[in-house]
């Protein structure tokens, strides 16, 4: 059983700090008047929430504006094109009305691409002709839920591809109403054995709302469902979720019900750096979690400022181990949002991944990566090679819109600068890589448009 969790040695209660707030913050005077002003901006454009946790506890303030958390989380001025930023600089600077600036805010917006990879076209799944936004079904075993009251985080990842939905883009928001739905599609699909909730961070729902989402799959009727996934930084962003949270204790009793169900349950941990799982408030709620039988498994993608170092992922991977934890992706930063400020070249992401796979002992090799979340399915880089004279990528399926490409080892001319699948070219003479034919036919046929390799 759980016990409850000893007093607190914070009692404080979660608030969310944003651009309105932000200057109450004691750290905030200690900033460059540039660097504050620069953020004032950018936070505009992009979302901006962070709370007293993870200023307090992650963030090194000696280190700004260089620590990876403080770029992991506030808006730099370079995440904007120089254009971008002067024009709303202006306006803001000028005082211009809110409308004004709305309107040029959500110009900017569009041109950053803010939904990738088809989701808004493909993967959302239909019951009796109606379609269920709040859900995406794009690899046969596993089914993503989104439940409308999960799609926020304790804090904002500055490369968030989520980001769309935080600044109020409506029409781009996913989210279920009823649980209900899932559980009809769910009957209605029993190769679907993995259904991962996701966001947003469902953990920001109270435990009440986060049970009457979730109950519902630990009935008889739904035993073809073996796993529930809950996608969730809240161990990183605000551990106390798990520890010292009023609903804190019945979360983890939820937990334990989930798992004496017979079903696995895993909490997939985005972790970015190794400072979020050395505080002992995230050493408390990993082990609280790890207690109810739950396991918690560690992702993230690679990003340049904050995590873009071999060593990073060793102390993460090897710290996490010892706690329990157990390495599962590595990505590579999506097409989306600020991305020319935090992308990493393919070839760098695999030098840092390999440099770092090669110092965990076994137990963190249970990783893979880098790998890209792209519109026919996660595509690792495994490695680098040359072929008759000719150097290449290799590069695999780790999951694939058909099952049936996973594994299959093939290969791009070798490119220093490319940053994603579409600008890879096939090598050793072919024009085409092996799955495009039947993408296209895969994707005319769900959509009714042509796909887009980019996305
Ligand atoms: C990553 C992902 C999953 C889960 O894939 P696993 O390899 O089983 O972790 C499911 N659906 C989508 C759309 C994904 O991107
Ligand atoms: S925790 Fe995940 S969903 Fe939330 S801001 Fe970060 S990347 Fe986006």
Request: hydrophobic share 40%; aromatic share 10%.
């Amino acid at each position: 059983m759980i016990q409850t969790a000893s007093a607190p040695s914070t009692s404080e209660r979660y608030r969310a700090i944003t651009r309105h707030t932000i200057h109450r913050l004691p750290q905030w005077e200690t900033l460059d008047p540039e660097l504050r002003d620069a953020i004032g901006i950018v936070s505009h454009v992009l979302p901006f929430r962070v709370n007293r946790y993870v200023v307090d506890e992650l963030i090194d303030w000696d280190r700004v504006p260089d620590d990876p958390i403080f770029k992991l989380t506030f808006p730099q001025r370079e995440m904007l094109g120089d254009d971008e930023f002067n024009e709303v600089a202006d306006l803001v600077r000028g005082e211009a009305g809110r409308e004004e600036i709305r309107s040029v805010v959500d110009r900017i917006r569009l041109g950053l691409n803010p939904h990738p990879a088809g989701q808004m076209t493909h993967n959302v799944p239909e019951l009796d002709g109606k379609r269920l936004e709040g859900m995406q079904h794009k690899y046969r075993e596993t089914l993503l839920f989104f439940p409308a009251r999960g799609q926020t985080c304790h804090a904002y990842c500055t490369y968030c591809f989520r980001w769309a939905q935080f600044v109020g883009m409506p029409e781009f928001k996913f989210e279920a109403r009823e649980s209900e739905e899932l559980v009809a599609f769910l009957k209605a699909h029993p190769e679907i054995t993995d259904i991962l909730v996701t966001g947003g961070d469902p953990m920001i729902m109270k435990t009440r709302m986060l049970r009457d989402y979730l109950a519902p799959l630990l009935s008889e009727e739904l035993d073809h469902v073996r796993t529930i996934r809950i996608g969730s930084k809240s161990p990183a962003y605000w551990p106390q979720r798990f520890v010292t949270d009023d609903d804190a204790d019945d979360a983890l009793r939820f937990f334990e019900e989930v798992v004496e169900s017979g079903k696995h349950l895993a909490l997939m941990g985005h972790f970015s750096h190794p400072v979020e799982i050395r505080t002992p408030m995230a050493q408390r709620a990993l082990r609280r979690i790890r207690a109810t039988g739950a396991e918690v498994r560690m992702q993230a993608p690679l990003i340049r400022h904050v995590n873009d170092d071999a060593q990073a992922w060793v102390d993460l991977w090897t710290e996490g181990v010892q706690q329990g934890l157990v390495p599962y992706y590595m990505f590579v930063e999506r097409d989306t949002g600020a991305k020319n400020y935090f992308e990493v070249p393919l070839a760098r992401a695999l030098e840092v991944f390999q440099d770092a796979f090669r110092q965990v002992s076994g137990l963190g090799r249970t990783v893979r990566g880098p790998s890209m979340s792209a519109h026919p399915g996660k595509v690792r880089v495994l490695g680098t090679t040359r072929i008759q004279g000719e150097k290449l990528f290799v590069l695999d399926f780790l999951q694939a819109r058909n099952p049936a490409w996973v594994g299959r080892p093939f290969f791009a001319a070798f490119d220093p600068d490319a940053t994603w699948l579409n600008h890879l070219r096939p090598a050793l003479g072919r024009d085409r890589f092996f799955f495009q034919d039947e993408l296209e036919e895969i994707t005319v046929s769900e959509a009714g448009i042509l796909p887009v390799m980019s996305a």
